[in-house]
């Protein structure tokens, strides 16, 4: 038996020019996700951590296209961002969401200059 929601797509898919999504990256996605880091050892955030480690650690996650159009560029470093979300998940140690933010913002630098 498999599970009745498994092929469910999320309506959530804005096509935008690659201008706004680098406006994004760095005042919406980057600022979050620091914020985030910054809320220290929160038994909801490490929730949500533990389901999004899962997540792209299990390969649930392997879009080759971003949200908001575009090639998905961080793909090959979900693994990555899935073992330090899954490493705040366990230990509550925001120190691995800051280590996210920044592989995130040193993963852009490389692959879009």
């Known amino acids: 038996m ?10 959530f898919h804005i ?10 990256f760095w005042t919406v996605c980057i ?6 880091s910054t809320l220290g050892d929160n038994r909801y955030l490490r929730a949500y ?8 650690l299990s390969g649930m996650e392997n879009s080759a296209e971003g949200q ?3 090639p998905a560029w961080w ?20 120190a691995m ?4 933010v ?4 040193v993963n852009w630098v490389v692959n879009n200059t």
């Not at 600022?31 to 985030?36: A, E, F, I």
């Open 2 to 11: 498999s599970w009745p929601l498994a092929n469910v797509k999320v309506p």
């Open 31 to 36: 600022p979050l996700r620091y914020y985030l």
């Open 75 to 94: 793909k090959e470093e979900r693994s990555l961002h899935g073992a330090l979300w899954g490493a705040y998940a366990i230990t509550g140690n925001s």
């Open 15 to 24: 096509p935008l020019p690659k201008c706004q999504r680098h406006v994004l």
């Open 102 to 105: 920044a592989l995130g913002a």
């Open 97 to 100: 969401l800051k280590a996210d």
């Open 49 to 56: 951590a533990l389901i999004t480690s899962i997540n792209w």
């Open 68 to 70: 908001f159009g575009g």
